[in-house]
């Protein structure tokens, strides 16, 4: 563990840690283009140049590992000098165009300029030019004007995804970053090269000209995409609602967790977020008699409910959970099943096409949930309710998100099924052809709408927090369990999700000890839970 | 095989024991799927094994690519992206790159002019004007008949003989107008 100094603090770090990483340690950001603690040293921008303590001249951070006694000086003159030569050549051909760049506001050649820069431009040259606003592939645009030629985007196409798509192409000024040609950005995770494209070159095809970022709001939130559980800050535009349609989500973006992700996020994900602000969210209670449809209010809602399952032997009441649910959720569930003694449970309904799955983050699970509604023993396949409905031996049955009807079950049994039951009630954020076919549809809160926690196949058991107010009347899943509780005459506490994490964590054996606290930003694994 | 790496910008011509013969008629067609021949694969097996990586030897192997289909399309250059495991996004960096490979058909003789300093002030623009009116054609350019390509390159280290070219893999010094026609009328 070499010690070292870093403008005058001293640091210990790892052997072979190289100084950008020992001055952040240090509390020293060193600015850079290139570098990116994920992909391979590529010491191409010049950018982070330091001073070492008897070097002759100044030197690239990156490139170079700390060692005992090294004293580095990010400040001096000499350094500051070359930063702002080195800024004047990265912007000698930019197009400055910043006032119709998406990328304005988070682009790292304007807050470099700002902070490093403020030279005088001594071009007098016209510019070369290069394309602008060229599809890579399906999530990707590329202008390379605006390019600097990190070589990031290159590096991480060569080494995560191993793809190898993205090439320099041609030399000197006329250099840029493009495909070979014929071919297209579209690998599985080629979302993330717009994030760590330090510039306006790669933008994201869906999110350019939402909205301004500096409109947005963010917050922490995991992926409900798949059973890995990403972790991800969700951007909501709030404040400029006009400038997108309706459209709050505005885009989703990897956060930092050494143990689930890392730096990166899959496409799937990262775009599979369009329902919440989806044309067919259910935004208040409906009652359907018939073919006639009609609004209810939350209280008629409960109501009617606790009367049918008052009316319902246990027996007769057949409850399919869903993976997706939170933790929280789940629990109120599982009080409610204990209290009414119901055992016509599960949560697991397959999909009609199995989902992909690799050696990277994506996983064949789709849920965020399944290992939570596993341990909270809410049961697994559904095919037994299923049955139970078609052998007409359920009064009531509550389906939980799922679209049974695109399942891999046969679309004709699950009609005979859903046909043979009195009272068929639906919670749900979206509709869909089996929200169509309850007799009560309640809206749910879309994720990103609330507070809980998902339980990652490893076991770990993550936060994500509310971005958005819920659409119209929705609720998140505990309070409508919460409401039905209550109306039922069952003495419930629980006004917040943590409340329910709080009751889980006394009754399953598996998550004791965790507690919001202690999940922080990166969750925590299941005590009992061995890493894969 | 004396250093394909040495040849500069040499025209599609067999060159000793690296054309096949079965395949030197496709030397000027470039086909869509390029193959090299046992002998030619063997010696790219040779000099990827010269280098600690063997992508090292990529820049000898286009050469031998070019020399067997005459330029570099970009079938050739996923071909050689094949041989080497690599994408061919990272071949076409190279092709890119380097001014020597043809990413264009040549013509069957390529003349380079050298504009750089010594010839420059030896002549070298009017030696370009005499040959651009000579062939009715632009630097960069083939003649219609596909016989010559001209191309004005930098410094070809003959300076003591400026003004200077090369034509295919011959020096031609000490140039003048005259000297010019006597060699264009020698070119098939």
Same mark, same amino acid.
Do not use: I, K
């Given at each position: 563990m070499p010690k070292l100094t870093v403008d005058g603090k001293e640091v210990e770090v790892p052997g072979g840690t190289n100084l950008i990483e020992a001055a952040r340690k240090a509390g020293v950001e060193v600015p850079h283009y290139c570098y990116h603690p994920g992909l391979s040293i590529a010491g191409q921008c010049r950018l982070c140049m330091v001073d070492l303590e008897k070097a002759p001249r100044p030197t690239i951070a990156c490139n170079t590992t700390a060692t005992e006694g090294m004293v580095v000086l990010t400040e001096t003159d000499r350094v500051r000098e070359t930063r702002k030569s080195i800024m004047e050549f990265h912007l000698i051909?930019? /197009?400055?165009d910043c006032p119709v760049c998406d990328q304005a506001g988070e682009c790292w050649l304007q807050i470099y300029y700002m902070k490093h820069g403020l030279y005088d431009p001594r071009m007098t040259d016209e510019k070369v030019h290069k394309p602008k606003a060229v599809p890579l592939g399906p999530h990707v645009m590329l202008d390379a004007e605006r390019c600097i030629l990190c070589s990031r985007c290159v590096r991480f196409c060569d080494e995560i995804t191993a793809t190898g798509e993205l090439g320099i192409f041609e030399r000197g000024d006329h250099s840029e970053i493009g495909l070979f040609p014929g071919r297209a950005l579209d690998n599985p995770y080629s979302g993330n090269v717009v994030d760590i494209c330090p510039v306006g070159a790669l933008t994201d095809r869906d999110f350019r000209f939402q909205v301004r970022v500096w409109y947005l709001d963010s917050a922490k939130s995991v992926c /409900? +995409?798949?059973? #890995?559980g990403c972790n991800i800050d969700v951007h909501v535009n709030r404040r400029r609602p006009h400038h997108a349609e +309706? #459209? #709050?989500?505005a885009r989703l973006k990897p956060r930092f967790n050494e143990a689930v992700n890392r730096w990166w996020l899959c496409d799937a994900g990262r775009y599979g977020f369009t329902f919440v602000d989806d044309q067919d969210r259910l935004l208040v209670p409906t009652r359907r008699e018939g073919e006639t449809v009609s609004d209810a209010t939350w209280d008629d809602a409960i109501v009617a409910l606790a009367a049918t399952f008052r009316r319902s032997p246990p027996d007769e009441i057949g409850i399919i959970a869903s993976p997706k649910m939170a933790n929280e959720d789940l629990f109120a569930l599982r009080r409610l099943l204990d209290n009414l003694a119901l055992r016509r449970v599960a949560f697991r309904v397959p999909p009609r096409v199995a989902g992909d799955q690799d050696n990277f983050l994506i996983r064949a699970d789709k849920n965020p949930n399944s290992l939570g509604a596993e341990l909270v023993g809410l049961g697994g396949d559904s095919r037994a309710v299923l049955e139970a409905a078609r052998a007409r031996r359920l009064r009531c049955l509550v389906i939980f998100g799922h679209d049974l009807l695109a399942s891999e079950w046969p679309e004709a049994e699950v009609r005979e099924a859903l046909g043979a039951v009195e009272t068929v009630i639906f919670v749900g954020s979206n509709a869909h052809a089996t929200s169509a076919a309850a007799h009560w549809v309640l809206p749910a809160a879309a994720w990103v709408e609330r507070d809980g926690t998902y339980t990652n196949f490893e076991g770990r058991v993550q936060r994500f927090r509310p971005a958005v107010e819920p659409l119209g009347q929705a609720l998140a899943e505990w309070e409508i369990v919460g409401r039905l509780l209550a109306a039922l005459g069952v003495d419930s506490t629980a006004t917040r999700p943590e409340h329910w994490f709080r009751q889980l964590v006394a009754a399953v054996p598996a998550f004791a000890g965790l507690s919001y606290q202690a999940l922080g930003d990166g969750g925590r694994l299941l005590p009992g839970a061995v890493r894969a | 095989m004396s250093g394909a790496g040495s040849i500069s910008n040499r025209p599609p011509a067999a060159q000793a024991g690296l054309t096949d013969p079965a395949t030197t008629n496709a030397a000027t067609t470039n086909p869509a799927t390029p193959t090299f021949s046992a002998e030619q694969l063997a010696e790219v097996r040779r000099l990827q094994a010269l280098y600690p990586d063997a992508r090292g030897a990529l820049l000898p192997v286009l050469y031998i690519a070019q020399d067997t289909f005459g330029w570099i399309s970009l079938e050739v250059e996923e071909y050689v992206a094949g041989l080497f495991g690599l994408s061919p996004a990272h071949v076409h960096e190279v092709v890119t790159f380097y001014t020597l490979y043809f990413r264009d058909r040549p013509g069957r003789h390529v003349i380079s002019v050298c504009h750089n300093l010594s010839c420059h002030l030896a002549g070298a623009p009017s030696i370009i004007a005499h040959l651009k009116r000579r062939l009715g054609v632009e630097v960069g350019e083939t003649t219609e008949d596909g016989r010559v390509t001209l191309l004005s390159v930098e410094c070809l280290c003959a300076c003591e003989a400026a003004p200077m070219m090369q034509v295919d893999d011959r020096y031609e010094m000490n140039l003048t107008s005259a000297k010019i026609d006597r060699l264009l009328d020698g070119l098939a």
């Open positions: 051909n930019h /197009p400055l /409900p +995409g798949c059973a #890995r +309706g #459209r #709050r989500v | -």
